[in-house]
């Protein structure tokens, strides 16, 4: 099978988007604009800011009206990507017949908003920013004069499929541009445009997850990609995609982790697609991380991910609206790493944790992969545990292994150093398993111990990957309390033949 | 079973039409025991009608348990209720169900007794019974106040709003370098109550870009102050984001020095104080030098 994408994002950005352009391009490639100097500086005096209304510092980038007719049976799909820190772009779509504003739902850097079904009538559609304002008093003294807004934008009108009118839901939108011949652009819209199709169900899953993005820089070209974000999979089935990457100064190396135990990513050269890294396993097989170092500036890298319709640990593989979070991350792995000999090391004490539900935080200097620490659980009985690790200052990702302490006061492991197979079943036995572990925060990882008994526990912490000369800082938080697993559960035990005798129907 | 008293909820699922439905009784064997320590012949089961403290020397060997059987109490066999004696439970769809406290280093013995439907056709038909029982016993909180058991059971997931940004996570790099950060994410609110507002402090060691936006909340309505500390105890406010449209926003150039955040809430308290209330705040930093591309 051989095929040629017909059409490719063009490699300059407009000086200015027009709706037209969008509705024609925005199934193929997203319209990237950049409009230079257009957040300008506001100064203001402290203790002055009743001068100053947020209306004042409003600045729009678009405003383009068009119009849904009666038998169009349409929605509406909008994406803005942008860089949340310098242009910090809001989408929104009025109803000029009723006022109705839409506005859109915000992601790290991504502004979409998806509506299901547009009444007849006019919208206007509109992207705008605000000025910046600055108490830096001498003009000379200010690094940035103003910020370029660089911007990427897809709109699509969109139909639901599924109904008993499936084969007209594919018929092409045609949308009349209300204000476009004031243009000089040569984009009339003259030809119909192709829905997005999605079903009921999708676009339950678009509110509050994204799809997965087909370049890796989703935010714009302007500085560090660090982002994590839900992302949905709208398919029941084995599926892969690919995600593009070019590699820049202070930006060669990758960190790609993905939250689901049932699929792969690996990075691939793009001109020949050669395999150059594969992800591994981390927190017990529930997610995947890929990080690759010594990427070459300049150069195209496809990111591949991998998924199974199987059932994995966390067993949601194949059902609907399949979710998922995804960090990426790049950086220069030396400049991320401390100097192995500079600072002390950071909490290097035991930690001790009462059962009243308060957070602690201890800083764990990361020499080696692995560091440890005994953890004192007070008090007596079945209590529930909090461990966070946070390693939003480190490159390398972070997990954790808590493991129960023998009363001798040496971990399980010690104890059978001979490494054979016994031993490695002995060891998976005194590891406690998490009941949960939530990777929906950035730069952190919570796991929750519920019904573990007080006492000692060790807890190591690793980095993957992490070079040997690299020393890195993580922050581990921690907090306990009396278990609760007596309080109030839902759970009605797990054995398929229970629906026998709890059908209602037969009251 | 450690120290601690436990909970243990004993389920008995019966289709509604069943013919032959059960009924469940908790007998309480023996206290304060270890489980070495049982004297499980004193309790075996005992021919119904002798109600009389277990004797050793009226033992005899039922059929049952000369075939091997023992567990599979039938017949004229029955609970001799010498110590407690539970009968019944709460009667829900198909099920009943007894949730009962027990001290540790309690034995007892979950009984059903089969009450046979009258004028069955066949004998095996009327000894049939189809049923699931489910028991489960974990740690008691019922001695807790209903204060605490309410927070166990909502322990917000949530991250706490900070009280710095002078922290690993947020500005605080490595060899005490300014680190840039960008979060969007709930932060929890609720236990807000006492001054209707929350102070985020921060220290900025060198020119930096700053933007704040928190979109619309469905019941609370709050502003976004950004002040700049004047001093130990005095400072002035550089700029009040207030909901414009569906978001309040903030985007600054601040010089080096120090700084709060405050959100200032303008809506009822009550409305605060929901279980684990949230607001969605994003927050980016970045040195005005990184800014510059």
């Not at chain 1, 008993?164 to 445009?193: F, N, Y």
């Not at chain 1, 031993?423 to 990882?445: G, M, N, V, W, Y």
């Not at chain 2, 013995?109 to 974990?138: H, I, M, T």
Request: with cysteine; net charge negative; glycine share 6%.
């Amino acid at each position: 099978m051989l095929a040629v994408r017909t059409a490719t994002r063009p490699t300059e950005p407009v000086k200015r988007l027009t709706l037209a352009s969008l509705f024609r391009h925005s199934s193929n490639y997203a319209t990237v604009m950049k409009k230079e100097g257009a957040i300008h500086l506001e100064r203001v005096e402290p203790g002055s800011s009743k001068d100053i209304e947020q209306p004042d510092l409003f600045v729009e980038l678009f405003r383009e009206s068009f119009e849904i007719a009666e038998d169009d049976n349409a929605g509406l799909a909008i994406e803005v990507n942008s860089d949340f820190l310098l242009a910090g772009v809001h989408v929104v779509l009025q109803n000029t017949a009723t006022g109705t504003l839409l506005e859109d739902e915000r992601h790290e850097g991504t502004s979409k908003l998806t509506v299901g079904l547009l009444a007849p009538g006019h919208y206007v559609l509109m992207v705008y920013t605000h000025k910046c304002i600055t108490n830096i008093d001498r003009a000379d003294a200010r690094v940035v004069k103003a910020f370029d807004v660089l911007l990427d934008m897809r709109v699509r009108p969109l139909r639901k499929v599924g109904g008993r009118d499936g084969e007209l839901a594919k018929a092409g939108v045609p949308v009349k541009i209300s204000d476009g011949s004031t243009s000089t652009d040569t984009d009339k819209p003259d030809q119909e445009t192709t829905p997005v199709l999605v079903t009921a169900e999708e676009l339950d899953c678009r509110r509050d997850h994204l799809p997965l993005p087909d370049d890796l820089d989703i935010n714009g070209v302007t500085s560090q990609i660090d982002w994590s974000e839900s992302f949905y999979l709208p398919t029941y089935a084995f599926t892969s995609h690919e995600m593009l990457y070019t590699a820049r100064e202070g930006q060669q190396a990758l960190r790609v982790f993905l939250a689901k135990s049932n699929c792969k990513v690996s990075i691939l050269s793009k001109e020949d697609r050669k395999l150059l890294a594969q992800s591994r396993p981390v927190d017990k097989g529930r997610a995947q991380l890929l990080v690759a170092t010594d990427l070459v500036v300049g150069s195209q890298y496809l990111v591949l991910l991998e998924f199974s319709e199987r059932a994995g640990l966390d067993g949601r593989g194949g059902a609907s609206c399949d979710h998922f979070v995804m960090a990426v991350k790049t950086g220069d792995a030396a400049t991320t790493c401390m100097d192995a000999s500079s600072g002390d090391d950071a909490g290097r004490g035991a930690l001790t944790s009462s059962l009243d539900g308060e957070f602690r935080s201890s800083a764990i200097g990361m020499k080696k992969k692995t560091e440890k620490r005994l953890l004192t659980i007070q008090g007596s009985g079945a209590v529930d545990l909090q461990l966070t690790l946070d390693y939003s200052a480190a490159f390398y990702r972070a997990d954790l292994v808590l493991t129960v302490v023998t009363p001798s006061g040496h971990p399980e492991r010690h104890r059978d150093a001979a490494g054979d197979e016994a031993a490695a079943l002995k060891l998976i036995a005194t590891e406690t398993t998490p009941t949960s572990i939530d990777f929906t925060r950035k730069h952190a990882t919570t796991y929750l111990f519920t019904n573990i008994v007080a006492g000692k526990y060790e807890v190591s912490v690793h980095q993957r990957f992490k070079a040997k000369t690299c020393r890195s800082l993580v922050t581990l938080s921690y907090r306990s309390w009396e278990a609760g697993a007596s309080a109030v559960t839902l759970e009605r035990g797990g054995l398929s033949g229970l629906q026998i005798y709890q059908s209602q129907s037969e009251e | 079973m450690g120290e601690a008293p436990y909970e243990v909820s004993i389920s008995l699922q019966q289709k509604f039409h069943e013919g032959n439905t059960l009924d469940l009784l908790v007998e309480v064997l023996q206290q304060d025991v270890a489980f070495e320590d049982i004297a499980k012949e004193a309790h075996k089961p005992k021919r119904l009608g002798r109600h009389t403290a277990p004797s050793v020397d009226s033992e005899t060997t039922m059929p049952e348990e000369a075939e091997g059987r023992a567990e599979d109490v039938k017949g004229a066999l029955g609970p001799t209720c010498a110590g407690t004696c539970l009968v019944g439970g709460e009667k829900a769809y198909n099920e009943m169900v007894r949730v009962l406290d027990l001290e540790a280093r309690t034995y007892f013995r979950v009984w059903l007794l089969q009450q046979p439907a009258k004028g069955q056709g066949s004998r095996d038909a009327a000894e049939c019974a189809n049923y699931q029982l489910f028991v489960r016993a974990a740690p008691s909180t019922r001695e807790l106040s209903l204060e605490k058991k309410l927070g166990q059971q909502l322990r917000c997931p949530a991250e706490e709003l900070p009280s710095t940004l002078d922290a690993p996570r947020y500005l605080q790099g490595p060899s005490d370098a300014q680190k840039d950060f960008h979060y969007s994410q709930h932060y929890r609110v609720d236990h807000l109550w006492h001054n209707q507002a929350h102070k985020m402090s921060f220290t900025l060691r060198e020119a930096t870009v700053v933007r704040i936006a928190a979109p619309l909340h469905r019941h609370l309505e709050f502003d976004i102050v950004l002040n700049q500390d004047m001093g130990a105890y005095s400072h002035q406010t550089l700029m009040r984001a207030k909901k414009e449209d569906h978001h309040s926003a903030i985007f600054a150039q601040l010089e080096k020095g120090s700084y709060h955040l405050k959100l200032e809430f303008m809506s009822d308290a009550a409305l605060l104080q929901l279980p684990c209330q949230t607001v969605q705040l994003e927050l980016a930093m970045t040195t005005n030098k990184r800014a510059k591309v």
